[in-house]
C-alpha cells in the first residue's frame, strides 16, 4: 500500500515571495505519477502540476515548479512570487501507473494562507 | 468542453433515507473515480468504475454504498439508509482512456445528514 505525508498542516506566506510546501510517500512502486493538487475556498479541486516517476527532469508550471527526489522519495512544490489567490489547501497526491488507470492517494494537506 | 459535472452540489437528508449523487465525465473520458472527503481531512478513494464495469471498489463501505456507471447516463452513488457519519463532501474525477493518470475532479456534493 502507499502512503503520502504531508508534514505541515499550515503555511503563510507574503504576496510576491516564495514558499515551498513538503510532501514525502511510501512504495514499493517503480513507475507512478506524482501531483499537487489544490482547493480553494470555494471546494473545487484544481491539478496543478503532475510528475511522471520515471523523468529525472522536474515538472515545471508557470509559477509552481516541483523537486522530485526519487531515491529519498520526496516531491516538494515550489509557488513563486505568491499571489493572493494561491491561498488555497494544497494536497499531494501519487498514483500507481497502470495501463487502465489507478486510484489516487492523497496526503492529508497543507493550508497555505498568502498574506497581502 | 464542459468539465466534470455533478449534481445536486448540495443534498440534506435525514437519518435512514437514500442519497443518489450524479456525475458526468469529462467529454471523452471513460473512466470515473469516486472520493470522499471528511471535515478537516483529505480525500479518501472509494472506488473505480469504467463504462457498464467496476474496477476496484476496494475502499466503498461494504454496506448500504453502491456505485454504478451504465452505458448510457451519469455514474451514480447511491448511500442507503444515511447516517449522521456520511455527512462529507463526495467528489468524482474522470480520466481519457490513454491518458488515464491525469484524473480531473467536479465541483464534489456537499452531504448533510440530519
Known amino acids: 500500500a502507499q502512503t503520502v505525508t504531508q508534514s505541515q498542516p499550515e503555511m503563510s506566506v507574503q504576496e510576491a515571495e516564495t514558499v515551498t510546501l513538503s510532501c514525502t510517500y511510501d512504495?514499493?512502486?517503480?513507475?507512478?505519477?506524482l501531483f499537487w493538487y489544490k482547493q480553494p475556498p470555494s471546494r473545487q479541486m484544481i491539478l496543478v502540476i503532475r510528475?511522471?516517476?520515471?523523468?529525472?527532469q522536474n515538472a515545471t508550471e508557470n509559477r509552481f515548479s516541483v523537486n522530485f527526489q526519487k531515491a529519498a522519495k520526496s516531491f516538494s512544490l515550489k509557488i513563486s512570487d505568491s499571489q493572493l489567490g494561491d491561498t488555497a489547501m494544497y494536497f499531494c497526491?501519487?498514483?500507481?501507473?497502470?495501463?487502465?488507470?489507478?486510484?489516487?492517494?492523497f496526503g492529508e494537506g497543507t493550508q497555505l494562507t498568502v498574506n497581502p | 468542453n464542459a468539465g466534470v459535472m455533478q449534481n445536486p452540489r448540495h443534498l440534506v437528508r435525514r437519518r435512514g433515507q437514500e442519497a443518489r449523487l450524479r456525475c458526468s465525465p469529462m467529454?471523452?473520458?471513460?473512466?470515473v473515480y469516486w472520493y470522499r472527503q471528511l471535515p478537516e481531512e483529505g480525500l479518501k478513494f472509494m472506488v473505480y468504475?469504467?463504462?457498464?464495469?467496476?474496477?476496484?471498489e476496494s475502499g466503498m463501505p461494504k454496506e448500504r454504498f453502491s456505485a454504478e456507471f451504465p452505458k448510457e447516463g451519469p455514474s451514480i452513488l447511491r448511500i442507503q439508509q444515511v447516517v449522521r457519519g456520511d455527512s462529507a463532501a463526495y467528489f468524482c474525477?474522470?480520466?481519457?482512456?490513454?491518458?488515464?493518470?491525469?484524473?480531473?475532479f467536479g465541483p464534489g456534493t456537499r452531504l448533510t445528514v440530519l
Open positions: 468504475l469504467q463504462k457498464e464495469n467496476i474496477i476496484d
Open positions: 474525477a474522470s480520466s481519457p482512456w490513454g491518458d488515464s493518470d491525469t484524473q480531473y
Open positions: 510528475q511522471e516517476a520515471y523523468k529525472q
Open positions: 467529454k471523452g473520458h471513460s473512466h
Open positions: 512504495t514499493s512502486e517503480n513507475n507512478y505519477y
Open positions: 497526491a501519487f498514483a500507481r501507473r497502470e495501463t487502465s488507470g489507478s486510484r489516487l492517494t
